[in-house]
């Protein structure tokens, strides 16, 4: 090329009669001026051959476009030429003048030449740094498929590859790109097996990321076209910076992507039931309230047994039955005017619109037929008993509807109305819980209490329960007495849980003559007014007072100090429960004149525990110096007796002294029962607070450790 230009160049010149000569001519000669037109054009020849055969070597070795390569620097190019050209003149003229000057022309070409090399490297350096913080911002997206793609192209046009392959996920997805450096795009986006060859390239670099990180792993491959293509030193620092952005970027929209996810299964999960896919309750009532029009007629359904089925069959078959019955549920009403969804753990809602009322009752009849008809399971055939409430109202008024229909169904289950649809047009006033409670069925058994040192049967406990429905038999105590806020209906329960017992304790009082009797009784019941009517009952069942005690389980709720000295004068006792669990504890110990105290169930079967045996040994202490006698529930074994009487407890119960028993079983029980004595002779443990205070501490306290 320096043969070709320079003969091109002296071609143009000698055109001009500038001939090679080591005279000087003088200024303003026609010799000096045809030189000066001469010149220019004879470095546009030389500029012309230069890029022409430079841009044509570059397009065979790269096998980019010829366009692309010119358009490449051209800037930078241009300045190049005129610098040139500019550097080349005063050379000229200066030699033309003085040819001395050409001793310091190699000099001058040198240091011009290591100039300009380095503002070319300085300034290439900034552009590809440039580009790199460029790409690096368009990485810090959110969208994994987006970075894939924003990186393959930019490697592409960051390194002037042919082609860059980012895989991730151990060869699952490979995304390639390709094309000129100003012009890149993704050709390729699938798994790594089926990406096809590139050809007349090789994958010269090589550059994994993702080691040490916790989202995807990956590598990236950058192609070039010829065979001696290798990235500078500063290329590769540029390639190590870009593949551990990359690596964080890929990690962030990983991250983004699973809350994406998540958010979208929180997003159903608040408009769907998780199970069946029907809408929840809330869902269920926007949609009608949207759509609907007219009257709606409200269906609540109840699978009665289904909670026992679950417990049998085990939850997976459970949900086989549940979907099953949902499917049931879906295609019962047969078109479009009607919504489906599940209101709660074994309850589903049925409301339709635009149907007259007749016929919305024919259909919750047979859906609800349908849902009692067998289902094949893996366990056999299973039968579900479904009952259901309807009410009809306004679309407007859905939601009260609803609630009227659970009210009207929940009614029906509780008298055991074995009917498939109990239906109530208009609002369904719900009962007070107070009266239910009255007038539902109780039953009572009794529990023996015992002295622990004797295994005497001191005391017989009551234990109450409600028959509130078919399915649901409820313990009265301070769980069902605190939803209960009507006083005269909470009075009237105490009194029926009292009087029931009196009752059945007929059976047994012969055997059991001074067997006290313990009832369980709301604390916020006892009032001047109760006291004066549970006196009429104890003489009406003649019964002494002193045979009866009252067990309180609220300190929240105590009776007044009237209350409790009115009933120490008829005799009857009091016995503070649950000692330990309740907040106040301690405070209701000063609160009322008791007898008695029994201490929580977790403490007393947990008196093993350390914790524990500091309860009951602050409880015994108490009781000591209250002159109240301390009793352990829930004892299995000889060894928990032992170790409570130890504690300083005086009595207990539980299945070790026969548990649980009917009426009708407590006399023969006290009939059979011999008591035994603890055959080491333990002695509980008797403390007075004022020998505490005036003995040393650790002697009292190797003394209270036995």
Same mark, same amino acid.
């Given at each position: 090329?320096?043969?070709?230009?320079?003969?091109?160049?002296?071609?143009?010149?000698?055109?001009?009669?500038? @001939?090679?000569?080591?005279?000087?001519?003088?200024?303003?000669?026609?010799?000096?001026?045809? @030189?000066?037109?001469?010149?220019?054009?004879?470095?546009?020849?030389?500029?012309?051959?230069?890029?022409?055969?430079?841009?044509?070597?570059?397009?065979?070795?790269?096998?980019?476009?010829?366009?692309?390569?010119?358009?490449? +620097?051209?800037?930078?190019?241009?300045?190049?030429?005129?610098?040139?050209?500019?550097?080349?003149?005063?050379?000229?003229?200066?030699?033309?003048?003085?040819?001395?000057? +050409?001793?310091?022309?190699?000099?001058?070409?040198?240091?011009?030449?290591?100039?300009?090399?380095?503002?070319?490297?300085?300034?290439?350096?900034?552009?590809?740094?440039?580009?790199?913080?460029?790409?690096?911002?368009?990485?810090?997206?959110?969208?994994?498929?987006?970075?894939?793609?924003?990186?393959?192209?930019?490697?592409?046009?960051?390194? =002037?590859?042919?082609?860059?392959?980012?895989?991730?996920?151990?060869?699952?997805?490979?995304?390639?790109?390709?094309?000129?450096?100003?012009?890149?795009?993704?050709?390729?986006?699938?798994?790594?097996?089926?990406?096809?060859?590139?050809?007349?390239?090789?994958?010269?670099?090589?550059?994994?990321?993702?080691?040490?990180?916790?989202?995807?792993?990956?590598?990236?491959?950058?192609?070039?076209? =010829?065979? =001696?293509?290798?990235?500078?030193?500063?290329?590769?620092?540029?390639?190590?910076?870009?593949?551990?952005? +990359?690596?964080?970027?890929?990690?962030?929209?990983?991250?983004?992507?699973?809350?994406?996810?998540?958010?979208?299964?929180?997003?159903?999960?608040?408009?769907?039931?998780?199970?069946?896919?029907?809408? #929840?309750?809330?869902?269920?009532?926007?949609?009608?309230?949207?759509?609907?029009?007219?009257?709606?007629?409200?269906?609540?359904?109840?699978?009665? #047994?289904?909670?026992?089925?679950?417990?049998?069959?085990?939850?997976?078959?459970?949900?086989?039955?549940?979907?099953?019955?949902?499917?049931?549920?879906?295609?019962?009403?047969?078109?479009?005017?009607?919504?489906?969804?599940?209101?709660?753990?074994?309850?589903?809602?049925?409301?339709?619109?635009?149907?007259?009322?007749?016929?919305?009752?024919?259909?919750?009849?047979?859906?609800?037929?349908?849902?009692?008809?067998?289902?094949?399971?893996?366990?056999?055939?299973? #039968?579900?008993?479904?009952?259901?409430?309807?009410?009809?109202?306004?679309?407007?008024?859905?939601?009260?509807?609803?609630?009227?229909?659970?009210?009207?169904?929940?009614?029906?289950?509780?008298?055991?109305?074995?009917?498939?649809?109990?239906?109530?047009?208009?609002?369904?006033?719900?009962?007070?819980?107070?009266?239910?409670?009255?007038?539902?069925?109780?039953?009572?058994?009794?529990?023996?209490?015992?002295?622990?040192?004797?295994?005497?049967?001191?005391?017989?406990?009551?234990?109450?329960?409600?028959?509130?429905?078919?399915?649901?038999?409820?313990?009265?105590?301070?769980?069902?007495?605190?939803?209960?806020?009507?006083?005269?209906?909470?009075?009237?329960?105490?009194?029926?849980?009292?009087?029931?017992?009196?009752?059945?304790?007929?059976?047994?009082?012969?055997?059991?003559?001074?067997?006290?009797?313990?009832?369980?009784?709301?604390?916020?019941?006892?009032?001047?007014?109760?006291?004066?009517?549970?006196?009429?009952?104890?003489?009406?069942?003649?019964?002494?007072?002193?045979?009866?005690?009252?067990? +309180?389980?609220?300190?929240?709720?105590?009776?007044?100090?009237?209350?409790?000295?009115?009933?120490?004068?008829?005799?009857?006792?009091?016995?503070?429960?649950?000692?330990?669990?309740? @907040?106040?504890?301690?405070?209701?110990? #000063?609160?009322?004149?008791?007898?008695?105290?029994?201490?929580?169930?977790?403490?007393?079967?947990?008196?093993?525990?350390?914790?524990? @045996?500091?309860?009951?040994?602050?409880?015994?202490?108490?009781?000591?110096?209250?002159?109240?006698?301390?009793?352990?529930?829930?004892?299995?074994?000889?060894?928990?007796?032992?170790?409570?009487?130890?504690?300083?407890?005086?009595?207990?119960?539980?299945?070790?002294?026969?548990?649980?028993?009917?009426?009708?079983?407590?006399?023969?029980?006290?009939?059979?029962?011999?008591?035994?004595?603890?055959?080491?002779?333990?002695?509980?443990?008797?403390?007075?607070?004022?020998?505490?205070?005036?003995?040393?501490?650790?002697?009292?306290?190797?003394?209270?450790?036995?």
């Amino acid at each position: 090329m320096d043969v070709v230009t320079a003969a091109a160049a002296g071609s143009v010149m000698y055109a001009f009669g500038a @001939q090679p000569g080591f005279t000087e001519h003088a200024l303003g000669s026609p010799d000096l001026l045809r @030189q000066v037109v001469a010149f220019p054009i004879a470095a546009v020849a030389v500029l012309a051959l230069e890029e022409l055969v430079t841009m044509t070597t570059v397009t065979l070795a790269t096998r980019r476009p010829f366009l692309a390569v010119l358009r490449h +620097l051209w800037r930078t190019r241009l300045i190049v030429a005129v610098g040139e050209t500019v550097t080349a003149g005063i050379v000229a003229v200066v030699t033309g003048l003085d040819l001395r000057a +050409l001793i310091a022309l190699p000099a001058v070409m040198l240091i011009v030449h290591l100039a300009l090399t380095y503002r070319l490297r300085i300034r290439e350096e900034r552009r590809a740094w440039e580009d790199l913080a460029v790409l690096s911002d368009a990485l810090s997206a959110r969208d994994l498929e987006f970075v894939l793609r924003t990186a393959a192209a930019g490697a592409v046009r960051l390194f =002037g590859a042919r082609a860059a392959d980012i895989e991730v996920d151990g060869g699952k997805r490979l995304v390639r790109a390709g094309g000129d450096a100003g012009d890149a795009r993704v050709v390729y986006d699938g798994p790594a097996s089926d990406a096809p060859d590139i050809v007349e390239s090789r994958p010269t670099v090589r550059s994994e990321f993702g080691d040490y990180a916790t989202g995807l792993h990956g590598v990236v491959r950058l192609y070039f076209g =010829g065979a =001696g293509d290798e990235l500078s030193a500063r290329e590769r620092v540029t390639l190590r910076t870009f593949t551990a952005t +990359l690596a964080t970027s890929l990690d962030n929209a990983h991250a983004y992507d699973l809350l994406a996810q998540e958010a979208r299964r929180h997003e159903v999960a608040a408009t769907q039931d998780q199970d069946t896919g029907l809408f #929840n309750r809330r869902t269920l009532l926007s949609r009608v309230a949207e759509i609907a029009t007219g009257t709606c007629h409200v269906v609540a359904v109840r699978l009665e #047994n289904y909670d026992f089925l679950a417990d049998q069959i085990g939850r997976d078959a459970a949900l086989t039955l549940l979907n099953e019955l949902a499917g049931r549920l879906c295609h019962a009403p047969g078109d479009s005017g009607s919504v489906v969804g599940r209101i709660g753990d074994a309850e589903f809602a049925l409301i339709m619109w635009d149907v007259p009322q007749d016929a919305a009752y024919q259909r919750a009849y047979w859906t609800v037929a349908a849902l009692r008809r067998p289902v094949a399971t893996d366990q056999g055939v299973l #039968n579900v008993r479904a009952s259901a409430g309807m009410t009809s109202g306004a679309a407007a008024d859905v939601a009260e509807l609803l609630d009227a229909a659970e009210q009207v169904m929940w009614r029906a289950i509780r008298r055991e109305q074995d009917r498939l649809v109990s239906y109530q047009t208009g609002p369904a006033h719900g009962r007070a819980l107070d009266r239910d409670l009255v007038d539902a069925r109780m039953s009572i058994a009794y529990e023996p209490i015992v002295d622990l040192t004797t295994g005497r049967i001191v005391m017989m406990q009551s234990v109450p329960r409600i028959l509130y429905s078919r399915h649901d038999v409820l313990v009265a105590d301070e769980y069902i007495y605190q939803l209960v806020m009507n006083q005269d209906g909470l009075e009237a329960l105490a009194r029926k849980v009292i009087t029931r017992s009196l009752s059945a304790a007929v059976t047994w009082r012969e055997a059991l003559p001074q067997a006290a009797l313990v009832v369980p009784v709301p604390a916020r019941a006892l009032t001047p007014r109760f006291v004066d009517g549970l006196r009429e009952l104890l003489r009406n069942h003649a019964v002494a007072g002193s045979s009866l005690v009252l067990e +309180l389980a609220q300190p929240s709720g105590l009776p007044s100090r009237d209350v409790t000295d009115l009933l120490r004068q008829y005799g009857v006792r009091l016995l503070l429960g649950n000692y330990g669990s309740i @907040q106040g504890s301690i405070q209701a110990l #000063n609160a009322a004149t008791w007898s008695f105290l029994r201490l929580d169930p977790a403490y007393a079967l947990d008196a093993g525990w350390r914790p524990a @045996q500091a309860v009951i040994r602050a409880a015994a202490d108490l009781a000591i110096d209250l002159d109240l006698a301390v009793i352990a529930p829930g004892i299995t074994v000889e060894e928990e007796r032992h170790e409570l009487a130890r504690l300083g407890c005086a009595l207990g119960g539980g299945p070790l002294f026969g548990g649980e028993m009917f009426p009708s079983q407590v006399r023969n029980h006290a009939l059979l029962w011999q008591p035994t004595a603890l055959h080491d002779g333990a002695q509980i443990v008797r403390l007075h607070r004022t020998r505490w205070t005036t003995r040393p501490r650790r002697a009292v306290r190797q003394r209270h450790d036995g």
